[in-house]
């Protein structure tokens, strides 16, 4: 489907190194920020008081943390789980206190607007549990990253799987790199979001080097510049169509999900935008310079068949 088509080939080509020299920049900004400040880790990771509430009706998650953090001073992490009455709170660990005393503070603060609520269950998380969490992240995406290329090689060809991994690595790096410029914080909800980011990224390449094999094939008399730029155009009607069906999913998860949603929805949007701009301009390029050419991708006829062809 389409609800526009361009008729005149833009040429992304002629801005390549204009915009790889940027997408360098800002990966290795990212990469010294990571390596520098780190990420704002949940207590999932860094470990902490994880207590079970339950109100006499539904709780309200964005005031419970209000006032927790009017309370006591700390940032804490409320969602509901199972029903609207229950929610989990987590707190950062403070030091000199045990998880009992920092759960008996929190529904000191908790029960002077409501008294009816109960505890139901606190525990510790301790730090050897995200030390575990961080490791099997790492190995996920590590088996993502894997299983995209060995994907990418089997459909395309080596310098569409390279391109393609670096284009979607410059992503997932530049949304930490953003993540850890601000401070904001890591969650497993927000490392789920950058494994989708991976998915989504190399799905958008996909389209685009599917594209530049339909172009090889057709259009003999273009040259590997011209190519990339024709299919990069064709395919741009439809990448208005799905971004902004995705983006519209993402923004409204953000500005209307609440707190749980927050971050989730956040590395996901700028995750997509991301994307979009790697797989023209990071992933084509890198395919351009690689010395792609017609015959990686169109098998020539051999002599033999062409005679087994002509009557």
Known sequence: MEFFRIRRTIHFMRFDKVFNTISLISF?????????????????FTGGTQMEVTYPQAAPTEQIREQIKAGLGVEAAVQNFGTARDVIIRLP????????????????????TEPEAK????????????????????????????????????RFEWKFSVAAIIANLHDVVLVLGIFSFFQWEFSLPVLAAVLAVLGYSVNESVIIFDRVREHFKKMRRMDTVEIIDSAITATMSRTVITHSSTLAMTLAMFFFGGPALHYFALALTIGICLGVYSSVFVAAAIALYLGVKREDLVKPVKKDQVQEMVP
């Open 28 to 44: 290795l900004i990212a990469v010294f920020l990571l390596c520098t400040r780190g990420l704002a880790l949940s207590i999932e």
């Open 93 to 112: 660990t403070v030091e000199g206190e045990s998880s009992g005393q920092q759960a008996q503070e929190v529904m000191a603060v908790l029960n002077k």
């Open 119 to 154: 505890m139901t269950r606190v525990e510790f998380v301790g730090p050897q549990v995200g030390e575990e969490l961080a490791t099997d992240g790492l190995t996920a995406l590590i088996l993502v990253v894997i299983g995209i290329v060995t994907y990418l090689a089997f």
